[in-house]
C-alpha cells in the first residue's frame, strides 16, 4: 500500500529506510530516537558524529548498522512546540519532505515513519497526523513508494475536528436506528416475518438491460446492468466513461500500481472490499455507481456495518480524500482502504 496507518512499533516495521526522530545534535537522548541508537550500536554514533549537527527540518541518511529490519536510518531534526507561531509546522512538513526526498535519491521503494515531533517534543497529535499525511500524500501523487506511518495511540487523531464530530453522530444515530429496527422486528411472531427478494428478468448474456432492483435502503429504483460484467471489466468501463488515465485511480486509490495492472488485466479478479471501496473512492463515484461496482466484486455497503456507514457517508457528502478516510476508518477500529 502507497500509504498505510499502522499502529506498530519501529523496531517491528520492516522498509528499506526507518526515520529516526531526533534532536539537532543526533544525540539519541529519548524515545524513538534512544531505541534507534542502542539497538543500532556504536558503529552508529561514530558516523553520526562525523556529522555533528543538523537543522530543524533538515535530514541525513545513515546505514542501519545493528538495525535488521532495514537497511538505512534517516535521521531528521523535528520541531519543538512552542505555541504554533514559529513556523512549527513549516519545519515539520520540511522534516518530512526532505526524509522522502533522500529515500527518493537513495531509489528506495519503502519507508516507515514515526509520528515525528509529537512525543517529547510536544507537537500537538492531532496537527502532527494532519501534517504527516498532507506531506506525504503530496510526495506520492509524483512518486511511487511504499510509506507507513506509525500511530501509537488513538490522541493522534484530530476527534475535535467538523468531519470527525459529524461522522460519529452519523454513526451513533444509524447504528442506533438499526438496534431499534432490529428490536422491533425481533418481537414479531416468526410467521408475520416477511422477507423481501428482488425480482431480475431473464436476459440474453452481454445485453445492457435495465432491470427492477431493491436498493442498499430497501426501495426499488431502476438501473442500469450488464449482466456477465466482471468486476474488471465495470472498472475499465467506469474509467473510460471518466475520461481518467490510470495513474489517477490508482494514487487516489491509495493502490499500487502492479496492483492495479493485474485487477484491471484479470478479468475474474475478485479484490477484497477495501479495495474495491478504494476504487470507487478513487474514481469518484457517487453512490449509485458505487453500489454498481461493488455488485461486481459481491458486496453490498449496508446500514448495520460501521465501516460501511462511514464509507457511504463520505460519498453522499463529496468527501473523496482516501487519506482523510483512512484516518477516520483508523481511529474507529476498521480496516482502512488500499492494498
Request: contains cysteine; negative net charge.
Given at each position: 500500500?502507497?500509504l498505510?496507518?499502522?499502529?506498530?512499533?519501529?523496531?517491528n516495521i520492516k522498509?528499506?529506510?526507518?526515520?529516526d526522530?531526533?534532536?539537532n545534535f543526533?544525540?539519541?537522548s529519548g524515545g524513538?530516537?534512544k531505541?534507534i541508537?542502542s539497538?543500532?550500536?556504536p558503529?552508529?554514533?561514530v558516523e553520526l558524529?562525523?556529522i555533528?549537527?543538523i537543522?530543524?527540518?533538515?535530514?541525513v541518511l545513515?546505514?542501519a548498522?545493528?538495525?535488521?529490519n532495514c537497511?538505512y536510518?534517516i535521521h531528521?531534526?523535528g520541531?519543538r512546540?512552542?505555541?504554533?507561531?514559529?513556523?512549527?509546522?513549516?519545519i515539520?512538513?520540511?522534516c518530512y519532505?526532505?526524509?522522502?526526498?533522500?529515500?527518493k535519491?537513495?531509489?528506495?521503494?519503502?519507508?516507515?515513519?514515526?509520528?515525528?515531533?509529537s512525543?517529547?517534543?510536544?507537537?500537538p497529535?492531532g496537527?502532527?497526523l494532519?501534517?504527516a499525511s498532507d506531506?506525504?500524500?503530496?510526495?506520492?501523487?509524483?512518486?511511487?513508494m511504499?510509506v507507513?506511518?506509525?500511530?501509537y495511540?488513538k490522541?493522534?487523531?484530530?476527534?475535535?475536528?467538523?468531519?470527525y464530530?459529524?461522522?460519529?453522530d452519523?454513526l451513533?444515530e444509524n447504528?442506533?436506528?438499526?438496534?431499534?429496527?432490529?428490536?422491533?422486528?425481533?418481537?414479531?411472531?416468526?410467521q408475520k416475518?416477511k422477507?423481501?427478494s428482488?425480482?431480475?428478468s431473464?436476459?440474453p448474456?452481454?445485453r445492457?438491460d435495465v432491470f427492477?432492483?431493491?436498493?442498499?435502503?430497501?426501495?426499488?429504483?431502476?438501473e442500469?446492468?450488464?449482466p456477465d460484467?466482471?468486476?474488471s471489466e465495470c472498472l475499465?468501463?467506469?474509467?473510460d466513461?471518466r475520461?481518467?488515465k490510470?495513474?489517477?485511480v490508482?494514487?487516489?486509490?491509495?493502490?499500487?500500481?502492479?496492483?492495479?495492472?493485474?485487477?484491471k488485466?484479470?478479468?475474474?479478479?475478485r479484490p477484497?472490499k477495501?479495495t474495491?471501496v478504494?476504487l470507487?473512492?478513487?474514481m469518484r463515484l457517487?453512490?449509485?455507481?458505487t453500489?454498481?461496482l461493488l455488485e461486481?466484486?459481491?458486496?453490498?455497503l449496508?446500514?448495520?456495518?460501521?465501516?460501511d456507514?462511514?464509507?457511504?457517508?463520505?460519498?453522499?457528502?463529496?468527501?473523496?480524500?482516501?487519506f482523510?478516510i483512512?484516518e477516520?476508518l483508523f481511529?474507529?477500529d476498521?480496516?482502512?482502504?488500499?492494498?
Open positions: 500500500m502507497p498505510q496507518i499502522s499502529r506498530n512499533d519501529i523496531r522498509a528499506e529506510a526507518i526515520v526522530p531526533t534532536d543526533l544525540s539519541g524513538t530516537d531505541i541508537h539497538l543500532a550500536g558503529d552508529l554514533e558524529m562525523e555533528g549537527f537543522e530543524d527540518g533538515e535530514a545513515t546505514n548498522y545493528g538495525l535488521n537497511k536510518i531528521t531534526a520541531p512546540w512552542i505555541d504554533g507561531k514559529h513556523q512549527e509546522e513549516e515539520l512538513a520540511s519532505e526532505n526524509c522522502l526526498k533522500l529515500a535519491e537513495k531509489k528506495l521503494d519503502s519507508i516507515a515513519f514515526p509520528l515525528i515531533a512525543g517529547s517534543f510536544s507537537f497529535k496537527r502532527a494532519r501534517i506531506t506525504i500524500t503530496s510526495f506520492l501523487l509524483d512518486n511511487e511504499d507507513s506511518l506509525l500511530v495511540d490522541e493522534s487523531f484530530d476527534t475535535a475536528s467538523k468531519l464530530s459529524d461522522i460519529k452519523y451513533n447504528l442506533a436506528e438499526m438496534f431499534m429496527s432490529d428490536a422491533s422486528y425481533s418481537m414479531v411472531p416468526p416475518k422477507k423481501k428482488a425480482k431480475r431473464e436476459k448474456a452481454g445492457l427492477e432492483s431493491y436498493s442498499i435502503e430497501g426501495s426499488i429504483e431502476k442500469r446492468f450488464i460484467e466482471s468486476f475499465i468501463r467506469m474509467i466513461e475520461k481518467m490510470d495513474p489517477e490508482y494514487k487516489a486509490a491509495n493502490i499500487d500500481r502492479k496492483l492495479f495492472n493485474h485487477i488485466n484479470t478479468k475474474n479478479y477484497k477495501e474495491a478504494a470507487a473512492i478513487g457517487n453512490s449509485k455507481d453500489d454498481t461486481r466484486a459481491g458486496f453490498i449496508s446500514r448495520s456495518s460501521k465501516f456507514l462511514i464509507i457511504r457517508y463520505c460519498i453522499e457528502q463529496g468527501i473523496y480524500n482516501i482523510e483512512n477516520i481511529e474507529e476498521q480496516k482502512t482502504l488500499g492494498c
